[in-house]
């Protein structure tokens, strides 16, 4: 029998990378490429061929073929330990400060994350794994500016929920067969390996959050990864949970769907609004104004088809007894700002309101000062039980006209908007080629989610000639060329300035905002320059 080629790492062996990238834990993924990724690849092509039907005037709805699914009945498995109460979540990535100040925040659920708030530099990926086993074996700490970062004892600490790369993404450095390995099972695999035993012994389990799916087939290659993985190893079948992000337009008329074929794994939904918003103007770019969004600090969460969307996931969730999770409250405290901060924790004290009285079960902060507020909204709703899965929401009704009313969102473009879309994208895309994925800007937390939001209305604004609101200005190409030179000069002018990476972020802006051909996702041609 012919023995498989090993996998091949053509990235760095940095210090200590050797305890990760094992020869039995390469096996373990090589394992996973070899097996699922023709899959993979087909169900990134099914993408392309509905966007093509999207782009010649075809619609989204809910799918006749899976209308059983929807109307018979069925639950997922009840909460895993660990995911009973799930009332604050807190997300951010995986290296080693972070690590300690998440799982010491006070929130119920950290997502540790190796996707849109990781910049996926080599070094990144591979200590972020470090520093989760490091972290369930207690061998972790931090020292910086005479500070020093300890992990509090396991009771108080947060259960941790791995986030991989979507499945858009390969890793570059690692290598099967001469093909580059899916970034979502390198990262989900080494995780897997290295920790799943050791979260189990804690009572708890190998817990994940899946981004970027665009439909239940996805979903389901995703439940056969858990099941294979499972046997592989030889731990229990159904000890793997995922909650699934519905963050792109074509999942939100399948959530009913996703939820079943992750049936035995599954642990519910998240409203991730920022990359949905993205994918609502993505998968309808070219459909003229019926697809229009006004600039995004403008689109709340009570625009009409946002609040469908929300209610459609509570609805979904809490009839097959699923969790249900808000999304993301951004905003970055200030110690320097008390009125800012007065106003802005006022919109996430509200923010949270609307979701626990929407029957959410819990929502994600992006910054610990955030998890007091948090909790205490949701405990105000929740009192001593740790969900509201009893809240089945069966008032909700939410048709496809509904989910697809983008034109009823109420809101100006201007050319304030179209200046802050130029600046976040200029000043994340920097931080990430720099290996920041996660950037404080402007007090707002910002990640690959709303980068996208910005380079994408910039395209969707051009091509529909779009006239600012204030200054009656047409936008144009010349016209963002010129705010790009004149954003790039005040930024030029702050501390810190790195001229190498902002001209680095100048040229993918300009190839993901101008070019006439539009990228899928930024991070793919970003990817693409870094080392």
């Avoid at 794994?129 to 509090?152: C, M, P, V």
């Avoid at 229990?236 to 699934?244: E, Q």
Wanted: with cysteine; hydrophobic share 45%.
């Amino acid at each position: 029998m012919r023995k498989e080629a090993p996998m091949e790492i053509t990235g760095p062996m940095l210090e200590r990378f050797e305890e990760i990238l094992t020869p039995e834990a390469l096996a373990f993924v090589a394992g996973l490429h070899r097996k699922f990724d023709a899959r993979r690849l087909e169900l990134l092509e099914a993408r392309q061929a509905r966007q093509a039907e999207l782009s010649a005037g075809g619609t989204l709805d809910f799918l006749p073929e899976t209308k059983a699914v929807r109307e018979s009945e069925w639950r997922v498995a009840p909460p895993a330990p660990g995911l009973e109460d799930r009332r604050v979540e807190i997300t951010g990535p995986v290296d080693r400060k972070m690590t300690i100040n998440a799982l010491n925040s006070g929130a119920k659920v950290w997502l540790a994350d190796f996707e849109d708030a990781n910049s996926p530099l080599w070094e990144n990926c591979v200590s972020g794994q470090l520093n989760l086993r490091e972290a369930l074996d207690r061998a972790i700490d931090f020292e910086t500016g005479g500070k020093s970062y300890t992990l509090k004892p396991d009771a108080e600490l947060a259960t941790i929920v791995v986030r991989p790369r979507g499945w858009h993404l390969n890793e570059k450095h690692a290598l099967v067969d001469g093909r580059q390995v899916s970034a979502s099972l390198f990262d989900f695999g080494l995780y897997f390996f290295h920790c799943a035993a050791r979260q189990i012994a804690k009572g708890k389990g190998p817990y994940f959050y899946l981004p970027k799916m665009e439909s239940h087939l996805e979903a389901r290659l995703w439940n056969d990864v858990f099941v294979h993985a499972q046997e592989e190893l030889g731990i229990d079948h159904g000890t793997i949970r995922a909650t699934v992000l519905i963050e792109t337009y074509p999942a939100a008329f399948e959530m009913e769907e996703i939820l079943y074929e992750l049936r035995d794994h599954s642990a519910g939904l998240n409203a991730g609004r920022w990359d949905y918003l993205f994918s609502v103007i993505k998968k309808f770019r070219t459909r003229g104004r019926e697809f229009l969004l006004p600039e995004r600090n403008a689109v709340t969460m009570t625009a009409p088809f946002m609040r469908a969307y929300t209610e459609l996931l509570v609805r979904s969730c809490h009839k097959r007894g699923a969790h249900a999770i808000g999304g993301m409250a951004a905003f970055i405290p200030s110690r320097r700002d008390p009125e800012v901060n007065a106003v802005a924790l006022e919109k996430v004290r509200a923010d949270k309101t609307r979701e626990s009285g929407d029957g959410f079960d819990g929502s994600w902060v992006a910054h610990p000062d955030l998890v007091p507020i948090c909790g205490e909204v949701f405990t105000s709703v929740l009192g001593r039980r740790p969900n509201q899965l009893d809240r089945l929401r069966e008032d909700v009704d939410v048709s496809a006209a509904d989910l697809l009313a983008v034109s009823a969102t109420p809101g100006d473009i201007t050319e304030n908007g179209l200046r802050n879309n130029v600046d976040v994208a200029l000043r994340y895309l920097a931080a990430w080629m720099g290996g920041l994925g996660a950037v404080a800007i402007h007090n707002l937390m910002e990640d690959a989610a709303t980068a996208e939001i910005s380079r994408s209305q910039i395209w969707q604004w051009i091509h529909n000639g779009i006239e600012l609101a204030d200054t009656g200005a047409v936008v144009t190409k010349e016209l963002v060329e010129q705010i790009i030179a004149e954003e790039l000069a005040k930024i030029a002018a702050e501390p810190g300035y790195d001229e190498a990476l902002y001209a680095q972020a100048e040229a993918l802006f300009k190839e993901v905002a101008l070019d006439d051909d539009f990228a899928e996702f930024l991070t793919l041609p970003a990817y693409a320059r870094m080392p």
